[in-house]
């Protein structure tokens, strides 16, 4: 069953830069929200090339990926100033982190970033210490940098319920779709704000 969530807005992602990162433990999972909101961003006019997108391993290591990737297109977009150019690392959408601060240089700093993850429960309490760290250490960089921080980190008992969350069981929706429109949304606001 699906929980109604807000209904959709229309917002201009044009002016936006948005980084995902998102974890490859449960990857096929993982690559159906990851399709669902880069498809939505794309809807939304987010130009491809402002679409940065980086991984690592499990949804523990996300806040500081996040964190990263913010505090570097930001130090790097002062230091080149704005109107940089988009470089030749865009064209991988899935760099390693190693290539970081350049990815993050190319496009700029980011508008918002969302963090993609899928946990699954199993025998012992590993689950409850990784949701409960990962999502507080998500609203932290979030607050502490000013940067909307997109959670979209499934946090489930089953394989089926994250299937049933990532548009893979037929009929299902793909819960990535929300957090590609919520990121424009926020992004914009974002830019209102400052
Ligand atoms: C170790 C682990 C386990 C058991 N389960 C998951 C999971 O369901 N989803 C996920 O994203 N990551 C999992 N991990 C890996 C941790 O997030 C982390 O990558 C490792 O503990 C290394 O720090």
Do not use: C
């Amino acid at each position: 069953m699906h929980n109604k969530g807000p209904a959709p807005q229309v917002h201009d992602g044009s002016g936006l830069r948005i980084g995902i990162v998102h974890a490859r433990w449960n990857d096929a999972i993982i690559e159906g929200l990851l399709a669902g909101a880069k498809a939505k961003l794309l809807e939304s006019g987010v130009v491809e090339s402002n679409i940065v997108v980086q991984t690592v391993p499990g949804a523990w290591e996300l806040p500081i990926a996040v964190q990263r990737l913010y505090s570097a297109s930001q130090v790097q977009s002062s230091s080149a100033g704005s109107g940089s150019t988009a470089g030749d690392l865009l064209g991988s959408s899935t760099a390693d982190l190693t290539t970081l601060p350049a990815a993050a240089a190319a496009t700029g700093p980011f508008d918002a970033i969302i963090a993609i993850g899928v946990l699954i429960k199993g025998e012992t309490m590993h689950f409850e210490y990784i949701s409960d760290s990962v999502s507080q250490g998500l609203m932290r960089v979030s607050l502490d940098n000013g940067i909307p921080v997109i959670f979209g980190v499934l946090t489930v008992l089953t394989d089926d319920q994250a299937k049933a969350r990532a548009g893979i069981l037929a009929g299902s929706h793909n819960h990535g779709e929300d957090w590609g429109l919520a990121a424009v949304e926020m992004g914009v606001k974002r830019k209102s704000w400052a």
